[in-house]
């Protein structure tokens, strides 16, 4: 993979060719990339809802209704979507169930090195939940990194992205029962191949970033 081609390449796809699908090879790729992400003490507070189907778009698109309604042509016409959840609070119980995970995956050589870990776990969400009272939002971080990772990732691919906040993230969470299942719904990514008529792609439109000397200090 060539680095830059692939950040010059990717932007916004803001129209997808609804006739382009995705490989289920290129979906499994997909998935992985999903459950490989980094996560602070590898918490992995996620969970994620893909949509390929007709009505698994259509249901997703559910969030898209009144103010958001520009936002429903991206998924209904993408090839799949992601809807990208966060945990709203973890306990002992979760934590040991990561250790745990770990443990099976074989990362921990003893007992000793695994409740090490367990307690580095518990004291970092200690942290977040008690000292600073931001553990929900903590959480939401590591889904955010999940999403940066993504998107770089499905680039590498050759596949388009768009990734979106503008959702009622309210009635997401009503159509999958997310709360009930201690999960709250952020930011839809939809996947795909662009329309030729997209306006913002590379070739019509050029990226603009600040320039480099403007946001970056090497000392």
Known sequence: MNLKETLDWRYTTKEFDPN?????????????LLRMSPSSVNLQPWHFIIAESKEGKERIATGTQGFFHFNEPKIVNASAVILFCSKIDADDKYYQHIAD?????????NEDIKNGFLGA???FAGIHKYDLKDLNHWMEKQVYLNIGS??????????DATPMEGIDV??????????????TSLVAVSIGYRAESDFN????????????????TVI
């Open 121 to 123: 776990v518990k004291t």
């Open 170 to 183: 309210k009635a997401l969470d009503e159509e999958f029962g997310l709360r009930e299942k201690g999960y």
């Open 150 to 159: 993504f998107l770089l990732g499905v680039a590498a691919l050759g596949i």
């Open 101 to 109: 995970t770990d443990d099976k995956s074989g990362r921990f050589p």
């Open 201 to 216: 792609a590379t070739e019509k439109t050029p990226k603009s970033r600040l320039p480099e000397s403007e946001i970056i």
């Open 20 to 32: 382009k699908t995705i490989s289920e090879s290129d979906m499994r790729q997909v998935k992985n």
